[in-house]
Nanobody, 126 residues
Framework: QVQLVESGGGLVQAGDSLRLSCAASGRTFSSYAMGWFRQAPGKEREFVAAISWSGGSTYYADSVKGRFTISRDNAKNTVYLQMNSLKPEDTAVYYC????????WGKGVEADFGSWGQGTQVTVSS
């Protein structure tokens, strides 16, 4: 398994940008597809974005498509989530996760991700 630590969350205003980082431990980081999920108060955790091990394939939830960009730097064992044009409804705890081997991770199903970070809070004020 890989250990994950998110950072970069904070309080911003609507329309602002924020970049989340997820640092991974372990030499096998580059072999994992990675994803970002979020959980708003009183709601279930939902898929945000995912990226293949090489970075060549990405998937997004419709709610963030065109505003958020997932990327990774395998040399730094880090995956990023660039969030632009933030809205109050983007307020949530954001989690990064590593996909299970052979999982169909592009569907954004939680069960296909086996390692999770502790989360970072993003609050967008109107």
């Amino acid at each position: 398994q890989v250990q994950l630590v998110e950072s970069g969350g904070g309080l911003v205003q609507a329309g602002d940008s924020l970049r989340l980082s997820c640092a991974a431990s372990g030499r096998t980081f580059s072999s994992y597809a990675m994803g970002w999920f979020r959980q708003a108060p009183g709601k279930e955790r939902e898929f945000v974005a995912a990226i293949s091990w090489s970075g060549g394939s990405t998937y997004y939830a419709d709610s963030v498509k065109g505003r958020f960009t997932i990327s990774r730097d395998n040399a730094k064992n880090t995956v990023y989530l660039q969030m632009n044009s933030l809205k109050p409804e983007d307020t949530a705890v954001y989690y990064c996760a590593a996909a299970r081997p052979l999982a169909n991770w592009g569907k954004g199903v939680e069960a296909d991700f086996g390692s999770w970070g502790q989360g970072t809070q993003v609050t967008v004020s109107s």
